[in-house]
């Protein structure tokens, strides 16, 4: 499916760096290299053999030097598009690069749009969905576990079980034509019990593609943890100290922080988004109480809750508004400032959260902060059960859908309503499959997939 435009694009991030890459693929794209690459010992881009390399320069339309640069060429069909790909590594300054690119443009190519090399590679049969959407998943990666799980979709792992999947849902089908077209063969018995035999194991393979993807997902995005508090409860402190920073302007100034401040760090492999917020208090200062606003807001869209008390102060009518806004979350409460001489009274918390983990820390002195990451790494399963993390609202439903027609189909089987019925859930489930993988798909939908990438991938 070999596209009829030439599409090129910046590969690289715009900054001061060694290399900058300008990338072309298409059926023009060797074409449009000729044009305007003049290699040093004059040979031309599309005499040299496939996966070499080329130095020389690019040059404008009179021939004046634009920079110096090295062409790498890859001939379709072995290249990431299944196109033939060239690619440019000039300089990398903003107007070197946007000089390169735009000579491109000039000579015939047209600008790529968001994730259009990887949608070519996905229409021209080089990578299926799932793997298309791994390649997002790898550029995003913030840790180890995280990098390593999008190779495995990259690598096909995924794509394997689920065309595992689909190949028991089609060994079932197949003995319910046979049921079905020869209906005098006394073969229903054995069939039946090898049909839902199928259907069990369909539905616990689809399982562990589930608990997969919930893991995927929690690695990519991470954990969603706000720090709530009032003001000068140490918030910013915390946030500054998790993530080795000075993130956080730090004052003995209540209502420093007016905004979400938000920074990555990595606790025991997975990511978590920890999120400093405004101190909640009564205020009449406007751009102050938008602050606050938000942090309430953050704090009931948050997966993980971290809820500061400072234990040099006694608990007032702001401490009993944070109460309300960790009630029935997942929270962790933090006593804070414990190098000072402890003046709060604990047994309003203690009362209230019976079941909360209440742990007493001090930035100054960085003790308890081992004791709150050791409990956060013990409550990483129960706040990823609890959260419905997948890769996308898209593959959650196409994945609930096909285990509620394999639930329907089992329970049609063990009612004994009539095997044809089953087919009919189970053919559903093999073409959401194919949604899923891509073989069955809306073009709308491939393109808001694609959409999300970044322009030169």
Same mark, same amino acid.
């Given at each position: 499916?070999?596209? @009829?435009?030439?599409?090129?694009?910046?590969?690289?991030?715009?900054?001061?760096?060694? %290399?900058?890459?300008?990338?072309?693929?298409?059926?023009?794209?060797?074409?449009?290299?000729?044009?305007?690459?003049?290699?040093?010992?004059?040979?031309?881009?599309?005499?040299?053999?496939?996966?070499?390399?080329?130095?020389?320069?690019?040059? @404008?339309?009179?021939?004046?030097? %634009?920079?110096?640069?090295?062409?790498?060429?890859?001939?379709?069909?072995?290249?990431?598009?299944?196109?033939?790909?060239?690619?440019?590594?000039?300089?990398?300054?903003?107007?070197?690069?946007?000089?390169?690119?735009?000579?491109?443009?000039?000579?015939?190519?047209?600008?790529?749009?968001?994730?259009?090399?990887?949608?070519?590679?996905?229409?021209?049969? $080089?990578?299926?969905?799932?793997? #298309?959407?791994?390649? /997002?998943?790898?550029?995003?990666? $913030?840790?180890?576990? #995280?990098?390593?799980?999008?190779?495995?979709?990259?690598?096909?792992?995924?794509?394997?079980?689920?065309? +595992?999947?689909?190949?028991?849902?089609?060994?079932? *089908?197949?003995?319910?034509?046979?049921?079905? @077209?020869?209906?005098?063969?006394?073969?229903?018995?054995?069939?039946?019990?090898?049909?839902?035999?199928?259907?069990?194991?369909?539905?616990?393979?689809?399982?562990?593609?589930?608990?997969?993807?919930?893991?995927?997902?929690?690695?990519?995005?991470?954990?969603?943890?706000?720090?709530?508090?009032?003001?000068?409860?140490?918030?910013?402190?915390?946030?500054?100290?998790?993530?080795?920073?000075?993130?956080?302007?730090?004052?003995?100034?209540?209502?420093?922080?007016?905004?979400?401040?938000?920074?990555?760090?990595?606790?025991?492999?997975?990511?978590?988004?920890?999120?400093?917020?405004?101190?909640?208090?009564? !205020?009449?200062?406007?751009?102050?109480?938008?602050?606050?606003?938000?942090?309430?807001?953050?704090?009931?869209?948050?997966?993980?809750?971290? #809820?500061?008390?400072?234990?040099?102060? !006694?608990?007032?009518?702001?401490?009993?508004?944070?109460?309300?806004? %960790?009630?029935?979350?997942?929270?962790? &409460?933090?006593?804070?400032?414990?190098?000072?001489?402890?003046?709060?009274?604990?047994?309003?918390?203690?009362?209230?959260?019976?079941?909360?983990?209440?742990?007493?820390?001090?930035?100054?002195?960085?003790?308890?902060?081992?004791?709150?990451?050791?409990?956060?790494?013990?409550?990483?399963?129960?706040?990823?059960?609890?959260?419905?993390?997948?890769?996308?609202?898209?593959? =959650?439903? &196409?994945?609930?859908?096909?285990?509620?027609?394999?639930?329907?189909?089992?329970?049609?089987?063990? /009612?004994?309503?009539? =095997?044809?019925? *089953?087919?009919? +859930?189970? $053919?559903? #489930?093999?073409?959401?499959?194919?949604?899923?993988?891509?073989?069955? *798909?809306?073009?709308? %939908?491939?393109?808001?997939?694609?959409?999300?990438?970044?322009?030169?991938?």
């Amino acid at each position: 499916m070999i596209q @009829d435009e030439t599409i090129s694009a910046v590969a690289t991030v715009f900054g001061e760096a060694g %290399i900058g890459i300008i990338r072309m693929s298409g059926i023009k794209a060797i074409e449009i290299a000729d044009k305007i690459f003049k290699s040093t010992n004059g040979k031309k881009v599309s005499t040299i053999k496939d996966r070499s390399i080329i130095f020389g320069h690019i040059v @404008d339309n009179r021939n004046n030097i %634009i920079d110096e640069v090295i062409v790498l060429l890859m001939r379709a069909p072995k290249s990431y598009t299944r196109e033939d790909v060239i690619e440019i590594q000039c300089h990398s300054g903003i107007l070197v690069l946007q000089k390169v690119l735009a000579r491109t443009l000039e000579a015939g190519a047209r600008l790529a749009e968001r994730g259009e090399f990887t949608k070519r590679a996905f229409l021209n049969g $080089r990578l299926d969905l799932s793997q #298309a959407q791994s390649i /997002l998943d790898i550029i995003q990666a $913030r840790t180890d576990d #995280a990098l390593q799980m999008a190779e495995n979709k990259l690598s096909g792992k995924i794509k394997d079980q689920i065309y +595992d999947l689909r190949q028991h849902l089609l060994q079932s *089908v197949a003995h319910i034509e046979a049921v079905i @077209d020869f209906p005098e063969e006394d073969i229903d018995n054995i069939v039946v019990d090898e049909i839902n035999n199928n259907i069990k194991q369909s539905i616990d393979k689809l399982n562990d593609i589930l608990e997969s993807e919930t893991k995927s997902k929690i690695l990519n995005s991470g954990i969603k943890t706000a720090i709530i508090g009032k003001p000068n409860v140490g918030k910013s402190s915390l946030l500054n100290l998790l993530t080795e920073t000075e993130k956080a302007i730090v004052t003995d100034i209540p209502g420093t922080t007016r905004d979400i401040i938000e920074e990555y760090v990595n606790i025991c492999g997975i990511p978590f988004k920890i999120i400093d917020t405004a101190g909640i208090h009564n !205020s009449s200062d406007k751009i102050e109480n938008i602050g606050i606003t938000k942090a309430k807001e953050c704090a009931q869209e948050a997966d993980l809750i971290l #809820a500061l008390f400072d234990g040099s102060r !006694s608990l007032d009518s702001q401490d009993e508004e944070i109460f309300d806004l %960790i009630k029935k979350r997942n929270a962790i &409460i933090l006593i804070t400032k414990s190098d000072l001489p402890k003046v709060i009274n604990l047994n309003p918390i203690k009362t209230q959260f019976i079941s909360t983990k209440i742990i007493n820390i001090s930035v100054k002195n960085e003790t308890g902060i081992n004791e709150l990451k050791e409990d956060i790494k013990t409550n990483i399963n129960q706040i990823s059960s609890e959260l419905l993390f997948i890769k996308s609202a898209r593959e =959650i439903d &196409i994945l609930k859908r096909v285990e509620k027609h394999l639930e329907e189909a089992k329970n049609t089987l063990n /009612l004994n309503i009539g =095997i044809d019925f *089953v087919s009919i +859930d189970l $053919r559903a #489930a093999l073409r959401l499959l194919d949604e899923l993988t891509g073989e069955i *798909v809306d073009e709308d %939908i491939i393109n808001e997939i694609f959409s999300k990438f970044c322009i030169g991938k």
